[in-house]
Nanobody
Framework: QVQLVESGGGLVQAGGSLRLSCAAS????????MGWFRQAPGKEREFVAS????????YYVDSVKGRFTISRDNAKNTVYLQMNNLKPEDTAVYYC?????????????????WGQGTQVTVSS
């Protein structure tokens, strides 16, 4: 089984930055698409960003464009989410996910493996 472990969450002030990491172990494939989702209290989980391992294509939800950057290091089977200019509305549990086929990269149903999540809290 593929295991995903997120790290890098924490408490930051508005305008600050964090970099989340997602390390994959077990059965992994370079062709897997990877994505970041988040869920705030009382809200549904939403798509944040995704990246294609094979093609390098990236997608972002409109609310984070220009502030967040998703990247990858295939040699380390790790995906990153650099978050700059954080806002209180970014507060959520952030989840890393992977899928063998992500034809619709912002759709949850495309992803087969999920991490446990890491808490990001942005204070005003």
């Amino acid at each position: 089984q593929v295991q995903l472990v997120e790290s890098g969450g924490g408490l930051v002030q508005a305008g600050g930055s964090l970099r989340l990491s997602c390390a994959a172990s077990g059965r992994t494939f370079s062709s897997y698409g990877m994505g970041w989702f988040r869920q705030a209290p009382g809200k549904e989980r939403e798509f944040v960003a995704s990246i294609s391992w094979g093609g390098g294509r990236r997608y972002y939800v409109d609310s984070v464009k220009g502030r967040f950057t998703i990247s990858r290091d295939n040699a380390k089977n790790t995906v990153y989410l650099q978050m700059n200019n954080l806002k209180p509305e970014d507060t959520a549990v952030y989840y890393c996910a992977g899928g063998v086929r992500t034809a619709v990269p912002d759709a949850e149903y495309e992803y087969d493996f999920w991490g446990q999540g890491t808490q990001v809290t942005v204070s005003s």
